[in-house]
Antibody, heavy 117, light 115 residues
Framework: EVQLVESGGGLVKPGGPLRLSCAASGFTFSNAWMSWVRQAPGKGLEWVGR??????????DYAAPVNGRITISRDDSTNTLYLQMNGLITEDTAVYYC????????WGQGTLVTVSS | QAVLTQPSSLSASPGASASLTCTLRSDINVGTYRIYWYQQKPGSPPQYLLRYKSDSDKQQGSGVPSRFSGSKDASANAGILLISGLQSEDEADYYCMIWHITAVVFGGGTRLTVL
């Protein structure tokens, strides 16, 4: 069974950094393209970015609103996906989900990030 | 103009069918895209329902009932999620998605009320 468990969320001050993790199990993580998707309170889904598998180049693509402020990385030895966020702004307040593959077939439960002074 | 436009809400009766639309911006052709659909209930993450490009290129999510199906309306440049035999448990938010260039784009979501 595919399991994705996000962690690392919490309250952070504007301008601060935060790193989220997504622990994956139940599938071959190293072969999977992985995405981060966020959802602001009461709002719709917003894609944040994606990292390809290393066999497909391991490259990343980011959404325009966060490009330059985030880095997605992966550790295939520990089956963990990361989202490093810097220069956080209030608009980054959201539940952050990790999701698998090109079709976002499987999702974690999410971790809440609140950016507030 | 948004890349994907969904009506914000839709109501339908139990047992009836509901057709949820996802209209693509006029400069992008629905025929060239796989459209993905997700269901999200309050307090839960989204769940993948299905993907549809054509009758020969479609995929049902694991465990998703066959009363959920996808199609397209080329004349409207739209993808469609059809839910037949509506049940109270189908009440949820529904999102469409496409990969556009190298980015995922979501529609704004449709809140389906079954009453």
């Amino acid at each position: 069974e595919v399991q994705l468990v996000e962690s690392g969320g919490g309250l952070v001050k504007p301008g601060g950094p935060l790193r989220l993790s997504c622990a994956a199990s139940g599938f071959t993580f190293s072969n999977a393209w992985m995405s981060w998707v966020r959802q602001a309170p009461g709002k719709g889904l917003e894609w944040v970015g994606r990292i390809k598998s290393k066999t497909d180049g391991g490259t990343t693509d980011y959404a325009a609103p966060v490009n330059g402020r985030i880095t997605i990385s992966r550790d295939d030895s520990t089956n963990t996906l990361y989202l490093q966020m810097n220069g956080l702004i209030t608009e980054d307040t959201a539940v952050y989900y990790c999701a698998t593959d090109h079709g976002l077939f499987n999702w974690g439960q999410g971790t809440l990030v609140t950016v507030s002074s | 103009q948004a890349v994907l436009t969904q009506p914000s809400s839709l109501s339908a009766s139990p047992g009836a069918s509901a057709s949820l639309t996802c209209t693509l911006r006029s400069d992008i052709n629905v025929g060239t895209y796989r459209i993905y659909w997700y269901q999200q209930k309050p307090g839960s993450p989204p769940q993948y329902l299905l993907r549809y490009k054509s009758d020969s290129d479609k995929q049902q999510g694991s465990g998703v009932p066959s009363r959920f199906s996808g199609s397209k309306d080329a004349s409207a440049n739209a993808g469609i999620l059809l839910i037949s035999g509506l049940q109270s448990e189908d009440e949820a938010d529904y999102y469409c998605m496409i990969w556009h260039i190298t980015a995922v784009v979501f529609g704004g979501g449709t809140r389906l009320t079954v009453l």
